[in-house]
Structure formats: C-alpha cells, structure tokens
T-cell receptor, first 116, second 111 residues
Framework: GAVVSQHPSWVICKSGTSVKIECRSL??????MFWYRQFPKQSLMLMATSNEGSKATYEQGVEKDKFLINHASLTLSTLTVTSAHPEDSSFYIC????????????FGPGTRLTVL | QKEVEQNSGPLSVPEGAIASLNCTYSDRGSQSFFWYRQYSGKSPELIMF????GDKEDGRFTAQLNKASQYVSLLIRDSQPSDSATYLC???????????FGRGTSLIVHP
C-alpha cells in the first residue's frame, strides 16, 4: 500500500501558540488529502478535504480560520492549528488518496497534540 | 439517523472463531465501501474495500455488500488475538470520494 508520513508524531504546546503539522505522501501523488481529528474513544471526524493547488473544503462546524490547511503540492499538505487551546488537544490524522470515486485512503500515523 | 452505523461492541470471540462485524448506511447513492482496522493509539489501516454486491475475499477477511438492504459486513475467519482492534466502516458519500466513517466496532479475540 501507499505510504503517508506525518510530522511531528506528537507535540506539546502552550495555550495561544500555533502548531503546524505536515502530511506527506511518500510514494504516490495524493491528489486529495483529508484531515481528521479523533478524540479518545470516539470515531474519526473529518475536518476538511483539500485538493492540490486549491482551497480546502471544510466540514460544517470546523473553523477555517483556526485550522489552516495548505495543499501546496501533490505530496505535501499542512494543517496549522492557530491560537491553540486545551480543547484542541486531540489526535490529528491525515490521509491521502488519488481522489477518484472508488479510491481508498492511506492514512498517516497521526499527530497527538496536547495543549497546556 | 446516523449516516453510517456500527455496533460499538465490544464483540468478544474466542481465538479461531469467526468474527462478524456489521455496518449499515443511509445514503442509497453510496458506491464505495471500506473497512479499516485501528489499533489503540494508532491511525487506521485499510483492510478491504468493496464496490459490488456480493462477497469479496482476501485471506482471512471477507467483505459482504448488500446495496438493497444498505449494509456491509466484514467476516474474519480464524480470529487471532492480534485481530483485537476497532474496526471502522467507511462509506463514500453519494458517488463521491468524500468518506463518512462509522463509530467503529471494538473486537476482542481472547485466547
């Protein structure tokens, strides 16, 4: 299967700071990347879908000014959590796909964010 | 009604038994269905995908799709303790590539 990496794997930051998470597709070109958030013992919540070179499409209830997504190339997408607060502490996971109707997603290992 | 529903479990089966995991969905236009496995603290990994009605087998795993009844299931034969995980069902919305995930079913395989 295709490989997706994420960096960092974990991060601890102070309230009010911004955190950037990188998602890279290592051996395929991800036309579409997805960003998810997962709280303990809960399912994946899709935050946004991004296509290379265009603005991300955010799910209802996700603040686009707080969660900045950039999909600059076919192999790199970044999520920046701006002015992070303790309630933003979660497991953030990205995935990549070719963006076709039947295409499966390949998930990165996730980034665990803790905001103090 | 939730778009993708799964019994949260836990489903407990003895080692060597068949584990049966079920998922129902509400969007009749859905055409792509996926099963992912997620170990605690890890990200999901793809097990199988299915697009056509019927069964699809891959090793110990069999996915079953019934579009008329709007359900998709995953059978795990000869279950092993290493199969203990949460299994997520994902359905692509109405012919698109945008997924909706179920809450997942926790599977415990005991020796």
């Amino acid at each position: 299967g295709a490989v997706v990496s994420q960096h960092p794997s974990w991060v601890i930051c102070k309230s009010g700071t911004s955190v950037k998470i990188e998602c890279r597709s290592l051996d395929f070109q991800a036309t579409t990347m997805f960003w998810y958030r997962q709280f303990p013992k809960q399912s994946l919540m899709l935050m946004a879908t991004s296509n290379e070179g265009s603005k991300a499409t955010y799910e209802q209830g996700v603040e686009k000014d707080k969660f900045l997504i950039n999909h600059a190339s076919l192999t790199l997408s970044t999520l920046t959590v701006t002015s992070a607060h303790p309630e933003d502490s979660s497991f953030y996971i990205c995935s990549g796909s070719w963006g076709y109707r039947h295409n499966e997603q390949f998930f990165g290992p996730g980034t665990r964010l803790t905001v103090l | 009604q939730k778009e993708v529903e799964q019994n949260s479990g836990p489903l407990s089966v003895p080692e060597g038994a068949i584990a049966s995991l079920n998922c129902t969905y509400s969007d009749r236009g859905s055409q792509s269905f996926f099963w992912y496995r997620q170990y605690s603290g890890k990200s999901p990994e793809l097990i199988m995908f299915i697009y056509s009605n019927g069964d699809k087998e891959d090793g110990r795993f069999t996915a079953q799709l019934n579009k008329a009844s709007q359900y998709v299931s995953l059978l795990i034969r000869d279950s092993q303790p290493s199969d203990s995980a949460t299994y997520l069902c994902a359905v692509n919305r109405g012919g698109s590539y945008i997924p909706t995930f179920g809450r997942g079913t926790s599977l415990i395989v005991h020796p």
